[in-house]
Nanobody, 121 residues
Framework: VQLVESGGGLVQAGGSLRLSCAAS????????IGWFRQAPGQEREGVSS????????YYEDSVKGRFTISCDNAKNTVYLQMNSLKPEDTAVYYC???????????????WGKGTLVTVSS
């Protein structure tokens, strides 16, 4: 079982990035996929989630209206489109898969290694 994030990088404030999370060794169909982030010196926090079975989505207030999560079950890949990025969005972003989403990630069983997003002011 493996989750691999990609798409991170350096972007100026106001810019956009699209993160990808590719899964192998299992299928998304029965899982909730979550995106989380951890900034330097801070605890990990939830960002967004999507249910692969019905497509329902959830966003934390900090990213609502700016980030969009989507899932391509055929490719076993989840995306996080991030627009209007702010310096406070700088963090390592992780995707995870599990039974349910909480903002601390307790319901997640599988985790990727993360991809770094840096937003300059």
């Amino acid at each position: 079982v493996q989750l691999v994030e990609s798409g991170g990088g350096l972007v100026q404030a106001g810019g956009s990035l699209r993160l990808s999370c590719a899964a192998s060794g299992f299928t998304f169909d029965d899982y909730t996929i979550g995106w989380f982030r951890q900034a330097p010196g801070q605890e990990r926090e939830g960002v967004s989630s999507i249910s692969s079975s019905d497509g329902s989505t959830y966003y934390e207030d900090s990213v609502k209206g700016r980030f969009t999560i989507s899932c391509d079950n055929a490719k076993n890949t989840v995306y996080l489109q991030m627009n209007s990025l702010k310096p406070e969005d700088t963090a390592v972003y992780y995707c995870a898969a599990g039974e349910f989403y909480t903002d601390h990630g307790e319901g997640m069983d599988y985790w990727g290694k993360g991809t770094l997003v840096t937003v300059s002011s």
